[in-house]
C-alpha cells in the first residue's frame, strides 16, 4: 500500500498509447481517470499496438513509465513471463487481469493456482463468454476451459462481470460459485458540459461508423441498411482493418451502394479524437454482434450523436429517453427508418435531439463513476 491507497496491478494485452484494441482500452483508461486519486493503479502491458512490428516510441521497454493516472510497465510480445508477473505481484494488494484466454491470463492463473501470488486475483471476463464471442475460435476456447476446469485453475479467484448475464455466461463455460462473482460495469468516458451545435439540413444525414473492421461490428450490416435508404447520406468509416477478407467483402458491397449514399473509409482513429471527430456528424450507425459496454457508444453520445444500434449491448432505453433508436438485428427495416427519421429533421428540431443526446451522456457518466462497483473489487483483502 502507497501513500494510504491500494495498489493494484492490471494486466491486459495493450494499453496506451495504444488504440486499435478500442474498448479494453478504453475501459481501463476511463478507470484510471476516474478512480485514479482512490487507488495506485500500475499497469503490465505490451510495448506495441495490434499487428504493429515495433515498440511505441519515447517509452521504457522493461520498465516503468508514467501515463496519465497510471504506471505503466510495458514489455515485449513474449514478455509477459510468470515470473515477471509473480514478481509484480509481490508489490501490490491485487492483481485484476483482463481476460482469460491470452498468454499473460493464462500464466496469472498457472502462477495463482502454484500459490507463488499471495494477493486476491480477479478475472474480468470482457465480454468473452457472450455466445457470439465464444463461438469465435471455439475449439480453442473450449479445450482451454474444459483443461482448466479440470485442473481447477478457476478455483481460487474472482471474476469481474458487467451484468448478471454476463455471470451467466460465465458460469455455462466456468466452475465458479456465486461468491466468486462481483458485478461491475465499465466506467465511460468523461463528458464535458460544453453544449453542442451542429449544422444539418433536412434531407441530408452524416451518419457515422467507428470500430474495429472485424466481423463482430458488423459494418456489412450498416452498408446494408444504407442501401435502402432514400436520402442524401454521407458515410464516413473509421476503424483498422482487423480482419482483411472481411474489409474486401465490405468494400464490395461499399461499391453498391446507391447514388444518393457517399461513402469515405477514413482508417485508424487515435481513441483520444474520438469525441472531437464525432461532433462533425449527425447520427452513429451501430448494428453490432455484442457489445460488452460499448465505449464508442457512449462516446457518440458525449458528442451529441443520436445512436442507431442494435439490442446486443447493455444500451436499451434510447427511445423512452429521446436519444436513438435500439433493434433487432432481424428488423431491418427498422433501422432503414430510423435513418430517415433524422434525415428528414431540418436544423431546429435535430439540434434539439442533440442537446437531449448531450445531457444523457452526462447523467450516465456521472450515475456510473458514482455507483460504481468497482470498489468493492479492490478493497478485496485475501482470496
Not at 478500442?22 to 495490434?50: A, M, Q, W
Not at 486475483?121 to 480453442?140: C, D, N, T, W
Request: overall charge positive.
Amino acid at each position: 500500500m502507497t501513500d494510504g491507497r491500494r495498489d493494484i496491478l492490471i494486466i491486459m494485452g495493450r494499453y496506451l498509447p495504444g488504440y486499435k484494441d478500442g474498448g479494453p482500452v478504453r475501459s481501463i483508461k476511463n478507470l484510471t481517470d476516474f478512480l485514479g486519486k482512490e487507488y495506485n493503479f500500475k499497469i503490465l502491458t505490451c510495448d506495441r499496438d495490434h499487428g504493429d512490428t515495433e515498440a511505441y516510441p519515447n517509452i521504457k521497454v522493461n520498465g516503468w513509465n508514467c501515463v496519465g493516472n497510471a504506471d505503466v510497465y510495458y514489455v515485449p510480445p513474449k514478455g509477459f513471463s510468470q515470473k515477471l508477473i509473480v514478481e509484480l505481484a509481490r508489490q501490490v494488494d491485487l492483481v485484476y487481469v483482463c481476460g482469460c484466454f491470452n498468454d499473460y491470463a493464462i500464466n496469472t492463473l498457472i502462477a495463482n493456482r502454484l500459490g507463488k501470488i499471495k494477493v486476491p486475483v480477479i478475472v474480468a471476463a470482457m465480454g468473452l463468454f457472450s455466445p457470439k464471442e465464444f463461438q469465435l475460435k471455439y475449439k480453442k476456447k473450449k479445450t482451454f476451459t474444459t483443461i482448466f476446469n479440470m485442473l481447477g485453475m478457476f478455483k481460487n479467484i474472482y471474476w469481474s462481470a458487467t451484468s448478471e448475464m454476463e455471470i451467466s455466461e460465465i458460469k455455462h463455460q466456468i466452475k465458479a460459485t456465486d461468491k466468486q462473482f462481483f458485478i461491475a460495469e465499465d466506467l465511460p468516458r468523461k463528458v464535458s458540459g460544453t453544449s453542442i451545435e451542429k449544422e444539418k439540413k433536412a434531407g441530408n444525414l452524416k451518419v457515422v461508423w467507428i470500430s474495429r473492421i472485424a466481423p463482430k461490428k458488423n459494418l456489412k450490416y450498416a452498408i446494408e441498411i444504407l442501401k435502402k435508404t432514400k436520402s442524401n447520406v454521407e458515410f464516413t468509416i473509421y476503424g483498422p482493418a482487423h480482419t482483411e477478407e472481411y474489409w474486401e467483402e465490405c468494400k464490395q458491397e461499399l461499391a453498391k451502394l446507391p447514388d444518393n449514399v457517399k461513402w469515405d473509409w477514413k482508417g485508424n482513429l487515435n481513441s483520444e479524437n474520438v469525441v472531437e471527430t464525432l461532433k462533425q456528424y449527425h447520427v452513429f450507425l451501430f448494428p453490432t454482434l455484442g457489445e460488452n459496454f460499448g465505449h464508442v457508444i457512449q462516446e457518440a453520445l458525449s458528442a451529441g450523436c443520436p445512436c442507431i444500434i442494435s439490442n446486443q449491448t447493455p444500451w436499451q432505453d434510447f427511445e423512452s429517453k429521446g436519444v436513438g433508436y435500439v433493434f433487432s438485428l432481424e428488423n431491418k427495416s427498422a433501422f432503414v427508418n430510423a435513418v430517415e427519421k433524422y434525415a428528414v429533421m431540418e436544423q431546429s428540431e435535430f439540434q434539439k435531439v442533440t442537446e437531449k443526446v448531450h445531457q444523457y451522456a452526462i447523467e450516465v457518466s456521472n450515475n456510473k463513476a458514482k455507483n460504481t462497483g468497482y470498489r468493492d473489487i479492490f478493497n478485496l483483502n485475501w482470496k
